[in-house]
T-cell receptor, first 112, second 113 residues
């Protein structure tokens, strides 16, 4: 039972570089989410996908893009990384709109 | 817009004392509410959830929460704190009619020996 798997676990980028964070879930969940966690600010929603083929902006979408590749996978892309994007990123999935979320272990990203 | 507010970014209690972590919601309709715990360098795991079936909800590790519509609150309690309860706790709300899922800013619980 892998649950939600995120890769990579750690990454250091230089300002202006691009990268994609990968997330996959094996629970046949419909909706998937990307959050960033910063000290004192809790988890802030970047983007979410209610179902395969749909994506919506969350609270802090600027500087990010997402792709819901299929039901299992939801990727987050930083086109031109900035130091303000230094954070811990979490992917999550839910079966439907009123159920709990299951989280990956997080990706710690540092932009220098 | 629906949201949750957690009062107190840091709470300290003595081992064996009552734990009370506060969460207030803003919603015109009864929301679906959740509490999660995060241990250092880990993801979040569900403690309990309110889905309108009962106002007092029991969760894992001896935690419970009571939904109070009149106070728009869903505070998390545990009668007797244990050292292993030291962690960060998050309240979350499922935004009615959407798939949006919003978290509070978190409360870090410290348990003193």
């Amino acid at each position: 039972n892998a649950g939600v798997t995120q890769t990579p676990k750690f990454q250091v980028l230089k300002t202006g570089q691009s990268m994609t964070l990968q997330c996959a879930q094996d629970m046949n969940h419909n909706s998937m989410y990307w959050y960033r966690q910063d000290p004192g600010m809790g988890l802030r929603l970047i983007y979410y996908s209610a179902s395969e083929g749909t994506t919506d902006k969350g609270e802090v979408p600027n500087g990010y893009n997402v792709s819901r590749l299929n039901k299992r996978e939801f990727s987050l892309r930083l086109e031109s990384a900035a130091p303000s994007q230094t954070s811990v990123y979490f992917c999550a999935s839910r079966r439907d709109k009123n159920t709990e979320a299951f989280f990956g272990q997080g990706t710690r990203l540092t932009v220098v | 817009a629906q949201s949750v507010t957690q009062l107190g970014s840091h709470v300290s209690v003595s081992e064996g004392a009552l734990v009370l972590l506060r969460c207030n919601y803003s919603s015109s309709v009864p929301p679906y509410l959740f509490w999660y715990v995060q241990y250092p360098n880990q993801g979040l795991q569900l403690l309990l959830k309110y889905t309108s079936a009962a106002t007092l909800v029991k969760g894992i590790n001896g935690f419970e929460a009571e939904f109070k519509k009149s106070e728009t609150s869903f505070h998390l309690t545990k009668p007797s704190a244990h050292m292993s309860d030291a962690a960060e706790y998050f309240c979350a709300v499922s935004v009615s009619g959407t798939y949006k899922y919003i978290f509070g800013t978190g409360t870090r619980l410290k348990v003193l020996a």
